[in-house]
């Protein structure tokens, strides 16, 4: 039987935007999703968290408990904080705010701190002023690597970060793999996919040169052997009789996956240019929205 949604004690809800801009958010996409989350849920489970809208959204259906994880620690660390050292974090932004310049940015990007407020800053300031708001790590060392955007650092909004900070007393929050976060569910139980999007290749005989590749968020890149594992953990969840949702792009190989599940294609506008031509994803770009059915 599913719970009744409880209100966040205190929080007059209001649509919540995420803190930061992360390549391949949801926000936009928002009113095509929310219609397949259920009214009521039990526990909220999303693995690829990212900016968070898809959960920020719908946060007061959720009467339970929510399992929020991603791979990229720097991204978990600023989630973390903002629950649980918004007294410490405040004043580093601020920080970062008025020593912010060009030169100033790519000492912060050579910078490793260890604490995890000073982690959790680093990381706002330089996803807030990298080009493109872009995360970008190398595959061998895992540093980050996007260059200066040419901005000036706008800190996240205090008021935002205060309600988020409610809204997550009710979270577990891990920098964990996909395959680690979606161990434990029920019925009632909902779950939210968002996985890194694979490479679209162009033409016959250029299968080496995709049209748009990123997915290097983490030093681990998400690939076409992860995807096909988490179809299967999709299929089990189904079995379970847990609802799940996942967004990704519409191609050959995400369809033939999940053969037995509902498939609402659409196109969305990619605001996202890379480095090279080669790399811009296409204005219009093939979207899929896969409902699990159980």
């Known amino acids: ?25 949801k926000s936009r996409l928002l009113p095509r999703i929310s219609p397949h989350i259920p009214d009521r849920i039990r526990n909220y489970y999303e693995p690829f968290l990212g900016g968070g809208a898809v959960f920020l959204s719908c946060a007061t259906r959720i009467s339970g408990h929510s399992y929020l994880a991603d791979l990229n620690d720097h991204l978990v660390a600023a989630w973390v904080a903002i629950r649980d050292y918004p007294a410490e974090l405040d004043p580093l932004l601020d920080w970062y705010s008025a020593n912010d310049s060009k030169e100033f940015y790519y000492s912060v990007r050579a910078a490793n701190p260890v604490s995890l407020v000073q982690k959790a800053a680093r990381f706002l300031y330089l996803n807030g002023v990298s080009w493109n708001h872009l995360w970008r790590e190398n595959s061998r060392t895992g540093a980050m690597n996007v260059p200066w955007g040419d901005r000036k650092f706008r800190r996240p909004d205090p008021v935002t970060m205060v309600s988020i900070g409610r809204i997550l007393s009710r979270a577990s929050i891990h920098a964990v793999d996909f395959r680690e976060a979606l161990k434990d569910f029920a019925d009632g139980d909902f779950v939210y996919l968002d996985p890194p999007y694979l490479p679209v290749f162009s033409r016959p005989g250029f299968e080496k040169e995709p049209t748009a590749k990123f997915n290097k968020y983490t030093a681990k890149t998400f690939e076409m052997p992860d995807l096909v594992e988490l179809a299967d953990i ?61």
């Open 1 to 25: 039987m599913h719970q009744a949604v409880l209100p966040l004690d205190g929080l007059t809800y209001q649509p919540i935007k995420p803190f930061i801009r992360w390549v391949g958010g």
């Open 234 to 294: 999709c299929a089990e969840l189904s079995r379970r009789g847990v609802r799940w949702v996942m967004s990704n792009r519409d191609t050959d190989s995400v369809r033939s996956l999940f053969p037995n599940d509902e498939i609402i294609r659409f196109t969305a506008h990619r605001a996202l240019a890379a480095q090279s031509r080669r790399e811009v994803e296409a204005h219009n770009s093939p979207e899929a929205l896969i409902i699990g059915r159980s």
